[in-house]
């Protein structure tokens, strides 16, 4: 991440402002160009911006500073208050029609990944016990039609076209019958990406509508979009009228400013966000998780969630308690490098902790599956005294190690340089849970 | 219509979205003050020129204000014409056909067009009577092959393909050898779309660049990083990470047609230091085009 979170900015603005008090005018002026600032970074339109800003100055002028908070964090927790009522609340849910098929009808622009969603809703659907039906309408893309069929074939849902045909309206029309006939519940139709500009295929998407009589419209965005995010789904909007939006790519390093503009702009909500390449990767979308983002400040709560499902508690407990009386030794990394194997890749991990996004210093407590081995016959390779006392392995205690363990002595370096990056980490974590008692932040072993 | 008034057409959103406000905004001021700055602040940041960039561009107007090159509203036109001219640099770098092969690299995150755009380079290296190959090294997204595919049946390319699922890293190396063996002109190879944020997958790519390296030196002669006109800040980060994979050495901007942020061009060159190679301006094979800075700012730019 280029930019570093808006809490650490934050922190800096508010840095001379000491004690409490109300905040003034200027305080928050302050503070507001750098939530400004946050914000365009983060794609947010502008005129989003300026709206939201001159919403939330009104607000924060005048008020008392909770006893428990900086200024700083106060104002933070306005920002993060307004975004998440201007995010909306959850509807991660296709409204199913009483009477079958439920037509849901997919529509963005080029690459937003419209097939890859398609065949993910199919798989959400199936679980929920639906019969789906795929609807290749993208004539246009050479063997988009094929992709889908694969994409039916990996989720084990049927996929409809007219082979050779070119007329999407006509396959979209024909799609409810063969439904029926199939006995499918759900059609989802998969059209091929537009440029909202094009009137001509504009127009065909209305056609469509007009013959596959969708209930939901569900417009498919790339979450790396920029300020066009509004014109965009604006275009889409006013020419077919939207029920919803899916937001894609979400799993990369994108803030997603986008999903604020287009809910702020058009008033639909987002549905679904796309975490993955894998497709059960298609997830109920979090308006709150999604603020933090925006602001910079990491999706503790999507990491909190996946910890506590994963992290043993009395585990984490006992090494919160260790790492309260700072005795956080080598044989906790090593327990605590277990459990976080559980998690996942480790840098999807850091990168939800706020101020851990920036990944050019994780480089070195960066863990690979193959690492992984290794760590752990090194620090089996070591005494335990040198376990309980890493301070205690000089040269000659490392080469032991090295020989031992069956890695070189650099390897062992790096190791408990990591190690004292982590500790230093934890520390910090510890020290932001102190700090903020009334913050939602808090990890299963913090607590 | 000749090939400017084409370009001037494919940027007309981005002309509309940013030089026309600059237009309204010189029209409507009478003189230049902290609240027309701010205005012209915000226009650039509109346009996804970044905000750093922006702010050196903001620095340099300032500045122009103090030393009395800028007097009035109207002087702002020409005024940023030649900071951006100035930031862009003025002439094309092509990409050079030499030795047998050239191998040029695709690399990208998902849905930025990269299958496509291997299409059209096909077609514009084939009119200039290039023996081209494409390579469909992305093994992982369903029907890619087939798509590219399609598209050397069209510009009448040799293509090379594996199995779905297969090594892309295998598909590169077997189409070195046969554009060695076959006196092949122009290899392209296509890679799957992947979140510079993957590590894995950006091993897969690193790997992918090894295997190239190593079989001919200089190669890949170009790494193309195709990057969504429509995509906001988050092209910094790409560029940045793509870079430290496979060595970018130039970026394809596509569907700039679409948006009237071409803004995020200037932000690529004056921040990331690569320079931008092509731009996709329309569907058709041919609005895939070389892009030529100067160019650019005339159309960009121009009045009429």
């Known amino acids: ?74 104002v933070i927790k306005i920002v993060n208050d307004e975004l998440t009522a201007l995010m909306g609340g959850t509807q991660s849910r296709i409204m199913i029609s009483s009477k079958p098929p439920t037509v849901v009808m997919l529509v963005g622009l080029q690459g937003a990944g419209k097939t890859t969603t398609a065949g993910k809703l199919a798989g959400l659907l199936l679980k929920q016990n639906k019969r789906p039906l795929l609807v290749a309408a993208d004539v246009y893309r050479p063997a988009a039609i094929k992709q889908l069929q694969v994409v039916g074939e990996k989720v084990g849902v049927p996929v409809f076209t007219i082979p050779g045909s070119q007329d999407p309206v006509l396959i979209a029309k024909q799609a ?8 499918r519940d759900v059609v989802i139709i998969d059209t091929a990406g537009r440029l909202h500009i094009n009137d001509e295929l504009m127009d065909e998407l209305v056609a469509i509508k007009i013959q596959a009589k969708p209930h939901e419209i569900l417009l498919v965005v790339d979450a790396m979009t920029g300020q066009d995010a ?7 909007n006013t020419k077919l009228g939207l029920d919803g939006v899916i937001l894609t790519k979400l799993d990369g390093d994108a803030r997603g400013g986008a999903a604020l503009s287009i809910k702020a702009v058009t008033g639909c909500p987002i549905k679904f966000a796309g975490m993955g390449e894998k497709f059960d990767a298609l997830e109920p979308f979090h308006p709150d998780r999604m603020a933090s983002r925006i602001l910079g400040m990491g999706d503790m709560l999507s990491l909190i969630e996946k910890a506590q499902a994963t992290i043993d508690f009395e585990k984490a407990k006992e090494l919160e308690q260790k790492l309260r009386k700072d005795e956080f030794t080598l044989d ?23 101020g851990m996004g920036n990944l050019k210093k994780l480089q070195d407590a960066k863990i690979d599956e193959k690492e992984f081995k290794k760590v752990e016959a090194i620090i089996q390779s070591m005494t335990k005294k040198e376990r309980r006392n890493p301070n205690l392995i000089n040269g000659s205690r490392r080469k032991r190690i090295a020989v031992g363990s069956g890695t070189r002595v650099q390897d062992v370096n790096r190791l408990l340089k990591q190690f004292y990056e982590a500790k230093k980490m934890m520390k910090r974590l510890n020290e932001m849970q102190k700090s903020g008692k009334k913050s939602n932040f808090k990890l299963p072993f913090m607590r | 219509m000749n090939l400017f ?120 290296y084939q009119r200039f009577g290039y023996k081209i190959m494409f390579a469909a090294a992305d093994t992982f ?63 897969e790519l690193k790997k992918i660049y090894r295997i190239i390296s190593r079989e001919i030196s200089e190669a890949p002669h170009e790494t193309l990083l195709v990057l969504d006109a429509t995509t906001g800040q988050n092209a910094m980060n790409q560029a940045q990470l793509f870079s430290q994979a496979a060595n970018v050495s130039g970026v394809v901007l596509t569907k700039l047609d679409g948006t009237a942020k071409g803004g995020v061009i200037v932000a690529i060159k004056s921040e990331l230091e690569i320079p931008v190679k092509w731009i996709g301006i329309g569907e058709k094979a041919d609005d895939l085009r070389p892009f030529q800075p100067n160019e650019f700012v005339e159309a960009l730019f121009d009045d009429k």
Do not use: C
């Not at chain 2, 903001?58 to 509203?73: A, F």
């Not at chain 2, 862009?88 to 690399?107: A, C, E, F, N, Q």
């Open chain 1, 1 to 74: 991440m280029i930019f570093e979170g808006l809490a650490d900015k934050l922190q800096q603005t508010f840095k001379k402002l000491r004690g409490r008090g109300k905040l003034t005018e200027s305080d928050v002026n302050d503070a507001m160009r750098e939530v400004r600032m946050a914000l365009l970074e983060a794609d947010v339109n502008f005129k989003v911006v300026k709206d939201f800003i001159n919403r939330v100055k009104e607000r924060a002028v005048g008020q008392e500073v909770l006893d428990s908070l900086t200024p700083g964090q106060h």
């Open chain 1, 332 to 354: 906790q990394f090593l327990e605590q490098l277990q459990q976080v194997k559980k998690l996942g890749p480790l840098e999807d991990i850091l990168g939800m902790i706020p």
């Open chain 2, 141 to 203: 997204r369903a029907a890619a092959g087939e798509q590219l595919e399609i598209w050397a049946q069209r510009v009448n390319a040799d293509i090379i393909r594996h199995e779905e699922g297969s090594d892309p890293a295998a598909v590169a190396y077997d189409a070195l050898q046969a554009a060695k063996s076959r006196n092949t002109d122009i290899l392209i190879i296509d890679t799957a779309g992947r979140l510079h944020t993957k590590s894995n997958l950006m091993e």
């Open chain 2, 5 to 124: 008034n084409e370009l001037k057409k494919g940027l007309e959103k981005t002309r509309k979205g940013f030089t026309e406000k600059i237009e309204q905004l010189v029209s409507f001021s009478t003189k230049i003050d902290e609240e027309f700055l701010e205005e012209l602040e915000a226009v650039l940041i509109y346009a996804d020129v970044g905000l750093r960039t922006t702010e050196k561009i903001m620095n340099n107007v300032r500045q122009g204000v103090k030393d009395k090159k800028i007097n009035s509203p109207a002087d702002i036109k020409p005024f940023l014409k030649s900071e951006i001219s100035s930031l862009l640099g003025r002439d094309l770098i092509r990409t050079k056909i030499s030795g047998l092969p050239t191998v040029i690299l695709v690399v990208g995150v998902n849905g930025v067009g990269k299958t496509t755009t291997i299409g059209k380079l096909g077609q514009y």
């Open chain 1, 176 to 183: 409810t019958d063969q439904a029926l006939a199939m006995a």
């Open chain 1, 230 to 236: 509004v014109t965009v789904a604006e275009s889409f």
